[in-house]
């Protein structure tokens, strides 16, 4: 069964660290998409990067940046010299080519504290 | 151009009463899907509407129902309010399905209901 589960509930980091949110996935395909969005306190979800199961390569897009691993079934984002704007409920998730139930799996978020 | 509409942002409704909300997609999409987030269940996936029909449906009692129109519009709605029901609904809007290999959904600032 597709699974998503991020087991930081809540991560306090002082500005200026750099921070790894963790990831971790269960699919029975061979074909899948992982998700990163971040919730800022208004509410919005918002779509950080698509990443297909396909592309192991790992992403860099200005201080964020993701690894993704196959072999441990792991997406995880790391924020680099952490800014008290980066402070928002991130969440994780996967969806599959062939998902019988054919929508995006969530987890359960984490919450991000940067602290000035 | 303009994101995810969703109205009304705030709402505060009594026990019993019913409450519909509205969602305006990106321009374009033709998916739209509704999740209702409250602190302890995190994400969930309410149903999922393109071209004006349902295409799938979480696990929600039926007091919860939604609709799709013509020009892709959607509105949800919860009948008879129970205290439970106070959560953020977010909306979601997609070029194709939400279970469409690789297809990103965007999502809009929610409308946070209260019933009290």
């Known amino acids: 069964a597709q699974k998503v589960t991020q087991a930081q509930t809540e991560i306090s980091v002082v500005e200026k660290e750099d921070v790894t949110l963790d990831c971790v996935y269960e699919?029975?395909?061979?074909?899948?998409?992982l998700f990163w969005y971040k919730q800022p306190p208004s509410g919005e979800l918002v779509f950080l990067i698509r990443?297909?199961?396909?592309?192991?390569q790992n992403e860099i897009s200005g201080r964020y940046s993701w690894n993704f691993q196959k072999s441990t079934s792991s997406f995880n984002f790391t924020i680099t010299a952490s800014q008290v704007v980066d402070s928002a409920v991130y969440f994780c998730a996967l969806s599959e080519a062939m998902n019988r139930d054919d929508k995006i799996i969530f987890g359960k978020g984490t919450r991000l504290h940067i602290l000035p | 151009k303009a994101g995810v509409t969703q109205t009304p942002r705030y709402l505060i409704k009594t026990r019993g009463q019913q409450v519909t909300l509205s969602c305006s997609p990106i321009s374009g999409h033709r998916s739209v899907s509704w999740y209702q987030q409250t602190p302890g269940q995190g994400l969930q996936f309410l149903f999922e509407y393109f071209s004006e029909t349902q295409r799938n449906k979480g696990n929600f009692p039926g007091r919860f129902s939604g609709r799709q129109f013509s020009n892709s519009r959607s509105e949800m709605n919860v009948s008879t309010l129970e205290l439970g029901d106070s959560a953020l609904y977010l909306c979601?809007?997609?070029?194709?399905?939400?279970?469409?290999?690789?297809?990103?959904?965007?999502f809009g600032e929610g409308s946070w209901l209260t019933v009290v």
């Open positions: 979601a809007s997609s070029l194709v399905g939400t279970g469409f290999p690789g297809n990103t959904i965007y």
């Open positions: 990443r297909n199961s396909f592309d192991e």
């Open positions: 699919t029975r395909d061979t074909t899948y998409y």
